[in-house]
């Protein structure tokens, strides 16, 4: 009878699997992947924050960071509000004016179809924006809770505090808690190894881009929105292989605002910056992930399709992780056939 009650590690083992996968797909399903990025990404600024300090000074510090990124978060809404709107009406007539003097033909042959030509391509992007300001406000309370989540998982990982006050001592609970905890740290170092090397190659291109935006000014040349374009490129450059098509384009939008000069020439830039990141990209994503690009592709339109920004966020992490795990499990070697 004893026996029948004893439960084996490789149960466990798939329990833990299924229980962890549950919780990642609920997270999706009841619309908290924005609040399960925040503790990912807290956690992971605070383990770089406590490989240097004391957990509580580790803590303090995570808390004023907190606050910094918050205020230049609400800084960048402002700008962008008022820059992306204005940016797109003047960039968009130059575009049809170059269209036009190469033979393309435009969609639209006057002003007002113009107008209901970009009206009705940005109604799927207003959309979006809308529906960002309605998560924005209603999960700002999701986000708080989140970081302060962060913050107790960094005192403490562990799920059963009362682990050694049990009658028996080998219990399913703590048995099965204590294999979750593998899982999730797991996917942490998924997450380190894969947001970790996208956060450095977003930080070197921002680096650069900002470099490029103050080496015009002694030129006189200015860029236009300096902190919304270094906000975009490093947010964006958190998106692997998409975000820089994105910021690019924003970039070179804003460059034709003053002129076409000035949007050729930042073309060029990024063109040959993002050469000099196709070595960066092996050097710090090849060497860790080693996933081909046509997977990580494919793993970003299913994320897009099934959570949106934060699905493409984890898709390239979910699938390092699946990799991560598969490749700790023992498969008994094919048994040769005899000709």
């Known amino acids: 009878m004893h026996n029948e009650n004893v439960i084996s590690q490789r149960s466990l083992n798939r329990a833990s699997f299924l229980a962890f996968f549950a919780i990642l797909t609920g997270f999706f399903i009841f619309g908290l992947g924005t609040p399960f990025i925040t503790i990912l990404f807290g956690y992971l600024i605070l383990h770089y924050i406590g490989t240097r300090l004391p957990k509580k000074a580790a803590v303090f510090t995570f808390s004023i960071l907190v ?15 008022r820059a992306l709107p204005l940016t797109a009406s003047k ?16 969609p639209f042959e006057d002003p007002e179809g113009m107008k209901s030509f970009v009206r009705e391509g ?8 809308a529906r960002f300001a309605q998560v924005f406000t209603k999960e700002f309370v999701y986000v708080i809770i989140a970081l302060v989540a962060t913050t107790g998982i960094f005192m403490t990982r562990r799920l059963d505090l009362a682990r050694e006050t049990y009658a028996i001592r080998h219990n399913f609970y703590s048995a099965f ?65 998409v975000g820089n098509l994105i910021s690019n384009t924003v970039i070179f939008c804003i460059g034709l605002t003053q002129s076409v000069q000035l949007g050729v020439i930042s073309l060029c830039y990024l063109i040959i910056l993002h050469k000099f990141e196709y070595f960066l990209n092996s050097k710090i994503i ?17 994320g897009e399709r ?6 493409m966020i984890l898709a390239p992490v979910i699938l390092n992780y699946c990799k991560l795990e598969g490749s700790q499990v023992t498969v008994q070697p094919p048994i040769e056939r005899l000709s």
């Open 67 to 81: 606050l910094i990124l918050f205020y230049l978060f609400v800084h960048f809404a402002q700008e962008s509000v």
């Open 91 to 106: 960039a968009i007539p130059t575009i049809v004016s170059l269209a036009k003097s190469y033979g393309i033909e435009a």
């Open 122 to 129: 940005l109604e799927s992007q207003l959309h979006s924006l």
């Open 177 to 241: 808690t204590e294999k979750l905890e593998v899982r999730f740290a797991n996917f942490f170092k998924s997450f380190h190894m894969v947001m970790g090397a996208q956060v450095v190659i977003s930080l070197v291109n921002t680096f650069f881009t900002g470099l490029f935006i103050l080496s015009l000014s002694f030129f006189d040349v200015p860029m236009p929105y300096p902190f919304v374009i270094i906000m975009i490129t490093f947010l964006c450059g958190l998106l692997p292989i």
């Open 286 to 302: 090849g060497g860790r992930i080693k996933n081909p690009m046509w997977l990580t592709l494919l793993s970003l339109l299913i």
């Open 306 to 311: 099934l959570a949106g920004i934060p699905g």
